[in-house]
């Protein structure tokens, strides 16, 4: 079915020459396994070849990439690295990333960490934009109680928290409204700071690599060094 796109915003470009952080934040549950896309790759594996393109035509040598897998756990896969000197690890790591066999989906817990590196000290040089570039095929299982509804992330983002941040949210399948709502409240909290925000979400799998070709199409934008007018 169509997509449900709840967008605004133009994206975050701040000064330092068009290069921006990026982290992919990626679901690795047991649904992730399935293969329900409507080509040869699995869920998971149709999100690891769209990053691939993704990285190939849209970020550039002086981006800094990073990559984050949740589900039963959550793990930084890769922090924020430069892509001239990360490209080949970063393959090496796409390579070897696997849906998880036990469950649990802890979603708001990841979005969290990402924004926090994010936000890190000396992890790329200050004023490049952030982007936030999110994945999830299915409703938080697992995050901590103080976050089981995103508070955390919603507290992150108030104020000057979203200052500087672009974030894509995609979903896949069905998803709670009041979930779907959270992420709604996000998207509007970075679009009202000046970034670009959507939540694409999408009713079925088969939508994913339509759903990367929209992430693209904004970093794209974003490449361009285009600013706010």
């Known amino acids: 079915g169509a997509a449900v796109r709840t967008a605004a915003g133009a994206p975050n470009v701040r000064g330092g020459g068009g290069a921006k952080v990026l982290i992919f934040c990626l679901d690795w549950s047991t649904s992730m396994k399935s293969r329900d896309t409507g080509t040869q790759f699995s869920r998971f594996g149709t999100c690891i070849e769209s990053i691939r393109r993704v ?19 959550i793990e930084v896969v890769m922090q924020p690295t430069k892509k001239a000197r990360a490209m080949r690890l970063l393959e090496v790591k796409l390579n070897t ?16 960490m990402c924004i926090d590196q994010l936000r890190q000290p000396g992890l ?6 952030r ?27 108030a104020g000057r928290g979203s200052l500087g941040l ?25 679009a009202q700071a000046g970034g670009f925000a959507q939540l694409l979400s ?9 759903a990367f070709d929209v992430v693209a199409e904004a970093l794209a934008v974003d490449v361009g060094g285009a600013t706010e007018c």
């Open 166 to 190: 672009n974030m894509v949210m995609i979903t896949v399948g069905a998803m709670k409204e009041r979930n779907l709502q959270v992420i709604r409240g996000w998207v509007n909290q970075v």
């Open 131 to 157: 982007w936030l570039i999110c994945l999830t095929d299915g409703d938080d299982i697992g995050s901590r109680p103080v976050n089981a509804s995103g508070e955390l992330v919603t507290q992150m983002l």
């Open 202 to 210: 999408e009713k079925s799998a088969v939508s994913i690599t339509s």
């Open 97 to 112: 990333m696997q849906p998880e066999s036990s469950g649990g989906t802890k979603f708001f817990d990841a979005v969290a």
């Open 124 to 129: 790329a040089p200050e004023g490049l934009p």
């Open 55 to 73: 990285l190939r035509e849209q970020v550039s040598d002086e981006d800094f990439v990073g990559v984050c897998g949740f589900g039963f756990r």
